[in-house]
Nanobody
Framework: QVQLVESGGGLVQPGGSLRLSCAAA????????MSWYRQAPGKEREFVAG????????NYADSVKGRFTISRDNAKNTVYLQMNSLKPEDTAVYYC???????????WGQGTQVTVSS
């Protein structure tokens, strides 16, 4: 059974940090590009960061460049999102997504809430 399970969300003060994790099961993780998306209340889901299947290339939304870092551990079937210098506008539900390299499959997690507030 395919699963993507996010964890690590919570409430943090502005300027703080959080590390999100997304544990994968039920598919060959190393064949999948992984990404993080987020959706704030009343807004569309937006891309945050992505990493290639071998972990060599990453890309980020302009709004998080220099503050967020995506990484993966293929031995642990897990992708991470290190979030530093958090701002209130980073408040959202964060989702991980896996997309097979040949575009034949795509999976989403259920999301984890991140709230940045004093």
């Amino acid at each position: 059974q395919v699963q993507l399970v996010e964890s690590g969300g919570g409430l943090v003060q502005p300027g703080g940090s959080l590390r999100l994790s997304c544990a994968a099961a039920g598919f060959t993780f190393s064949n999948y590009r992984m990404s993080w998306y987020r959706q704030a209340p009343g807004k569309e889901r937006e891309f945050v960061a992505g990493i290639t299947s071998d972990g060599t290339t990453t890309n980020y939304a302009d709004s998080v460049k220099g503050r967020f870092t995506i990484s993966r551990d293929n031995a642990k079937n897990t992708v991470y999102l290190q979030m530093n210098s958090l701002k209130p506008e980073d408040t959202a539900v964060y989702y991980c997504k896996g997309r097979r390299r040949d575009w034949t499959a795509e999976y989403w997690g259920q999301g984890t809430q991140v709230t940045v507030s004093s």
